[in-house]
């Protein structure tokens, strides 16, 4: 009976569960030997849980490397606007122009102390003499009477017009040292015969020489003061003569 269990089995691949019996012979019993097979029967019911264990101790693990940083988020609402800030300080673009003003300042001073120096150098250089309010300088220069006059204008002075004797007498001394006629500020070019000063008012003063203006050859529109004796002439304005200036 138990082969064709066994036989049963092998060919259904079913797990056999033998019991194997050895031979025991003894006078009692006499009993043989034999082999017992089953078919396993089914799982038995799951066991209780044990006891829970003690808790172990901690571990020791490595620090893991840093991960990369991650996407930034979406930008948040924005705030309410803050009150205004205190008004900063001067840039330096002011600073700079403040500098400039005081530099622009300081270069006119310079040019009016330059002007100011520059006349009374002319003053000394001139060797002038001086009669009241006025004093007269000789330029020691020769040249006409429009030449004369912005000679003169150019130091800050006029050409010579003597209103009395004794200026007179001053510019005939300055021409004595030169041994040269010298012109004076005083013409007839508006209107021919009427002899005025150079702001066209007449004259107060004069000392012509005799048988003087004569305006010969009709060309003698100026006047000159003689070295030799201090008297004047009438004489052409585009001949050169000495250029002597008042202050």
């Known amino acids: 009976m138990y082969l064709l269990q066994l036989f049963t089995a092998l060919?259904?691949?079913?797990s056999l569960v033998c019991v194997v019996v050895?031979?025991?012979?003894?006078?009692?019993?006499?009993?043989?030997?034999?082999?017992?097979?089953?078919?396993?029967?089914?799982?038995?019911?799951?066991?209780?849980?044990?006891?829970?264990?003690?808790?172990?101790?901690?571990?020791?693990?490595?620090?893991?490397?840093?991960?990369?940083?991650?996407?930034?988020g979406p930008p948040g609402p924005f705030g309410m606007q803050g009150p205004p800030g205190e008004k900063g300080q001067k840039g330096e673009r002011a600073a700079t122009d403040a500098v400039q003003n005081q530099v622009t300042a300081l270069e006119n001073k310079l040019q009016a102390l330059q002007a100011e120096f520059n006349k009374y150098?002319?003053?000394?250089?001139?060797?002038?003499?001086?009669?009241?309010?006025?004093?007269?300088?000789?330029?020691?220069?020769?040249?006409?009477?429009?030449?004369?006059?912005a000679l003169c204008a150019k130091a800050e002075a006029t050409m010579a017009c003597p209103k009395n004797a004794a200026e007179n007498a001053a510019v005939h001394e300055l021409t004595k040292r030169d041994?040269?006629?010298a012109y004076l500020d005083i013409t007839d070019i508006q209107t021919e015969g009427r002899f005025v000063y150079a702001n066209g008012a007449p004259l107060s003063y004069t000392n012509w020489k005799g048988g003087e203006p004569n305006n010969y050859n009709g060309i003698e529109d100026c006047v000159i003061i003689?070295?030799?004796?201090?008297?004047?002439?009438?004489?052409?304005?585009?001949q050169k003569s000495l250029i002597i200036c008042e202050f």
């Open 179 to 181: 041994s040269k006629f």
């Open 226 to 238: 003689v070295p030799e004796n201090g008297l004047w002439n009438d004489y052409n304005c585009d």
């Open 121 to 149: 150098k002319n003053v000394v250089l001139l060797q002038g003499l001086t009669v009241g309010q006025k004093t007269f300088f000789s330029t020691r220069r020769h040249d006409t009477f429009a030449n004369g006059r």
């Open 22 to 72: 050895s031979e025991v012979s003894s006078p009692e019993t006499n009993t043989c030997s034999m082999v017992a097979c089953g078919i396993p029967g089914l799982p038995g019911r799951d066991g209780r849980d044990g006891t829970k264990g003690e808790k172990g101790d901690q571990g020791v693990g490595l620090k893991g490397y840093q991960g990369s940083p991650g996407k930034a």
């Open 11 to 14: 060919v259904m691949g079913t």
